[in-house]
């Protein structure tokens, strides 16, 4: 069965750094679209950014130009580098799987998610 690994959360201050990592396992080359969601408590699971099997990347706008996503096809693993964080990033982080980077918002699997806690 094939399963997204997540890894990297953590407790930070406030404008320090975290690299989350999403391990696709065992490989499945169908799923060229993958991304990173979020979800704080009391709040809706929210779109953080995708990308495709060939680079092309989405960023909501509240993260835009301090987390980058970037993806190694070899090792079937996505990255997001956060850096700058802010409390108003903390949250549970869940990788996701999709068909496409244009069906990302509806993907096809999620990972279990990786508490990302950044403090004052």
């Known amino acids: 069965q094939v399963q997204l690994v997540e890894s990297g959360g953590g407790l930070v201050q406030g404008g320090g750094s975290l690299r989350l990592s999403c391990t696709v396992s065992?490989?499945?080359?169908?799923?060229?679209?993958m991304g990173w969601f979020r979800q704080a408590p009391g709040k809706e699971r929210e779109f953080v950014s995708a990308?495709?099997?060939?680079?092309?990347?989405e960023y909501a706008d509240s993260v835009k130009g301090r987390f980058t996503i970037s993806r190694d096809n070899a090792k079937n693993t996505v990255y997001l580098q956060m850096n700058s964080l802010k409390p108003g990033d903390t949250a549970v982080y869940y990788c996701?799987?999709?068909?496409?980077?244009?069906?990302?918002?509806?993907?096809?699997?999620w990972g279990q998610g990786t508490q990302v806690t950044v403090s004052q």
């Open positions: 996701a799987a999709g068909e496409s980077l244009q069906r990302i918002r509806t993907p096809n699997l």
């Open positions: 065992p490989p499945f080359f169908r799923w060229t679209g």
């Open positions: 990308i495709s099997s060939s680079g092309s990347s």
